[in-house]
């Protein structure tokens, strides 16, 4: 059996593609680095990521798919699911041998599963764009915390940075360590050394603006008395606001003075 391991970015993913390709010898698995043990394939073949390489791969992926295919094909990697790499691979292996466009040939597996991946790291994506709440610190910062199923947040970028870019704002994935800054020139990426958010989704009092308490009551007051008892659905409001999500959403934070969630 043949094994390749890779680092864990999408570029050492195309570079892996690369090497079998280039190697013509077909992997049994591809997984990232140091989640294999030792012993379990004949030959493992780690492979050290190289961007030209990648990007040999990934221009030559027009010449068989359309740009939108391809963009998928990031998507789905951004869904961190254990069949992704093998998955991918053979979606790349099947459009690079076929004579004609796989894109709508869900007779195959992977390009089946490939869009159904992608549909739903689409709606966590769509999510998040609407869940999103930040809070405002005290050296005005916009701050919003979140924990999405899958790693959305570099297609998050375009959408913040076009709507919030006339403030310094950042998201962070609580889940995956990191976020994304935004300075009012550039979107960065960054780890922060103290993740100072609470188990209730909050930032430490202190941490916030002088007035942002208020508007953080504000708004639970208005979902409080938008909200008619009388149409009162949990099933549909769990259908379009999972609970799982609630931990980051103002309106769903408990209040202050009160341990009790409205």
């Known amino acids: 059996m043949i094994g390749y391991t890779y680092d864990d970015t999408f570029p050492g993913l195309l570079t892996t593609v690369f090497e079998i390709y280039e190697r013509r010898c077909w992997p049994d698995t591809i997984h990232k680095a140091g989640v294999v043990q030792a012993g379990l394939f004949s030959e493992t073949i780690n492979v050290v990521t190289d961007e030209s390489k990648a990007d040999r791969v990934w221009h030559g992926l027009l010449k068989h798919i359309s740009p939108q295919a391809r963009t998928r094909l990031n998507r789905v990697f951004l869904s961190e699911l254990p069949e992704l790499e093998m998955l991918l691979f053979r979606y790349m292996q099947l459009a690079f041998a076929s004579k004609t466009c796989i894109e709508e040939n869900f007779a195959e597996g992977c390009v089946r599963r490939i869009a159904e991946i992608d549909k739903q790291v689409a709606r966590e994506k769509h999510r998040m764009e609407a869940f999103v709440r930040f809070q405002k610190t005290s050296d005005d910062l916009y701050y919003a915390a979140i924990e999405p199923d899958f790693n959305v947040l570099p297609l998050l970028q375009n959408h913040f940075e076009k709507r919030y870019a ?36 909050s930032l430490p009092l202190e941490m916030l603006a002088q007035h942002e308490t208020l508007y953080q009551q504000l708004w639970k007051t208005y979902f409080h008395h938008v909200n008619i008892p009388e149409r009162k659905n949990p099933k549909l409001h769990l259908r379009h606001m999972p609970q799982r999500y609630w931990k980051y959403l103002i309106e769903k934070m408990p209040d202050l003075n009160s341990d009790s969630v409205r």
């Open 166 to 201: 006339d403030q310094r704002w950042l998201i962070y994935d609580m889940r995956r360590h990191y976020g994304l800054y935004y300075d009012l020139q550039e979107v960065k990426s960054i780890m922060l050394e103290n993740e100072q958010t609470s188990k209730a989704g």
